[in-house]
T-cell receptor
Framework: DTAVSQTPKYLVTQMGNDKSIKCEQN?????MYWYKQDSKKFLKIMFS???????INETVPNRFSPKSPDKAHLNLHINSLELGDSAVYFC?????????????FGPGTRLLVL | TQLLEQSPQFLSIQEGENLTVYCNSS?????LQWYRQEPGEGPVLLVT?????EVKKLKRLTFQFGDARKDSSLHITAAQPGDTGLYLC??????????FGTGTRLQVTL
């Protein structure tokens, strides 16, 4: 009964490929997020969605396109992968769109672009 | 851009020692959270502090929010190997998002 799940856990791919990462939460939360954690462990928000509506888009290249088919899912599609995209991508959710709410993180997707 | 600097970056101590991790910014935050992240997992929330000067205790962990709401500290008493992990502070400011700190990696050995 995992609260926030991501697939795949590991993703190794060649430069120029297109890939998707999926996220699902079974907590009934309204808000979902994508974060990127670089090799120095710095965690930065990329996107947030509230009730399937895009709220935050943090100057992320437009090769990254999030999609929220319903409140429980937030997927991330990446076109034309670059070496610099290698990182750990975390999905998170919170009950409501309020920053003081607890955010529940998934286990992460480790992306390596060769 | 709001930045949160954590110090130290790395800390290796023996079981039973005390330690303090600092989280500093030149910006004011409306609230501040502390997370712990273990290898291969996502961050897990430890505490949220909201009021300037607020002190919260979680067993051997003591969290303090600065009076001016620009800084915070995490003090661990009698550290144990189970405390090992990456500690992240995160602040909420004018935008509806969390800004994470630079992180402190703690290693507690027997």
């Amino acid at each position: 009964d995992t609260a926030v799940s991501q697939t795949p856990k590991y993703l190794v791919t060649q430069m120029g490929n297109d890939k998707s990462i999926k996220c699902e939460q079974n907590l009934g939360h309204d808000t979902m997020y994508w974060y990127k954690q670089d090799s120095k462990k710095f965690l930065k928000i990329m996107f947030s969605y509230n009730n399937k509506e895009l709220i935050i888009n943090e100057t992320v290249p437009n090769r990254f396109s999030p999609k929220s088919p319903d409140k429980a899912h937030l997927n991330l599609h990446i076109n034309s992968l670059e070496l610099g995209d290698s990182a750990v991508y975390f999905c998170a959710s919170s009950p409501r769109l309020a920053v003081w709410e607890t955010q529940y993180f998934g286990p992460g997707t480790r992306l390596l672009v060769l | 851009t709001q930045l949160l600097e954590q110090s130290p970056q790395f800390l290796s101590i023996q079981e039973g020692e005390n330690l303090t991790v600092y989280c500093n910014s030149s910006s004011v935050f409306s609230s501040l959270q502390w997370y712990r992240q273990e290898p291969g997992e996502g961050p897990v929330l430890l505490v949220t502090v909201v009021t300037g000067g607020e002190v919260k205790k979680l067993k051997r962990l003591t969290f303090q929010f600065g009076d001016a709401r620009k800084d915070s500290s995490l003090h661990i008493t009698a550290a144990q190997p189970g405390d090992t992990g990456l500690y992240l502070c995160a602040g909420t400011g004018t935008a509806s998002k969390l800004t994470f700190g630079t992180g402190t990696r703690l290693q507690v050995t027997l």
